[in-house]
């Protein structure tokens, strides 16, 4: 399997700029065809036009923007936080999640549950034969974070603060696991922040396999800020 080039490039914003000095985003990944149909869809469903480059079947570049909000105010010096609410919602094309074959199976549209998957893989399987430990704590590492930041807006910070995760047994099968954060918590969780300004918040959850067995316990511990006056304009 050979190595094919995956352009990305976002024209007439030269000040978007949030991943290299070039207004472009350049992979080189080694696609299968199932993962380059899901790049595809992923970025027509948002309205990225894309144009088949006559010199490789394997290079998509998209050529024109139409009407796409989460463009409209990133910048050279931060995100806007409708782009960071579009890379969450489309993680799955994370160079790194593709590389370990890691997933996201489902989530609902408020963001406030994901259930994430990893197949068992020739390219990702340890010494052993099982699910490499590495990338059983990556399917669980942003998620939490994801959830509270996408809740609470741009008028917050959130950060992984710390992380612990046990290996309960061998990972043989798919993979999965559960995020999930109720209204009520998340609600608690403002409203505390907004009297407090600042506090570190620990969640947990579980791998497990295709039988239901636990394969990972693993727990999140997540810092929350209410941005002062300076920090909004940075």
Known sequence: MS????????????DFNPFMPSHE???????????????????????????????????F?????????????????????????????????????????????????????????????????????THFGGSLYAMCDPFFVFIVLN???????????????RFVRPGKTHVKAEFHLTEETLAAIKTEIDTVQKKTYHFKT??????GNIVAEVEKEVYVKKKNENEKTQ
């Open 3 to 14: 190595s094919h080039e995956l352009k990305l490039v976002l024209p007439g914003r030269t």
């Open 25 to 59: 985003l350049k992979l080189v990944l080694p696609i299968r065809q199932p993962i380059k149909a899901k790049i595809y869809r992923i970025l027509t469903q948002n309205k990225v036009a894309l144009r088949r480059n006559t010199n490789s079947e394997n290079y």
């Open 61 to 129: 570049s998209p050529h024109s923007i139409i009407d796409a909000p989460f463009l409209n105010h990133c910048n050279h010096k931060r995100m806007s936080f409708s782009f960071k609410k579009f890379l969450i919602k489309n993680v799955g094309i994370y160079p790194p999640y593709l590389g370990a074959g890691i997933y996201v199976e489902r989530t609902n549209p408020e963001m406030t549950h994901f259930t994430v998957g990893m197949k068992l893989r020739w390219y990702n399987r340890n010494l052993f034969g």
């Open 151 to 165: 809740y609470l807006g741009e008028d917050y910070i959130v950060w992984d603060k710390g992380a612990k995760i």
């Open 206 to 211: 579980t791998v497990t396999d295709l039988d």
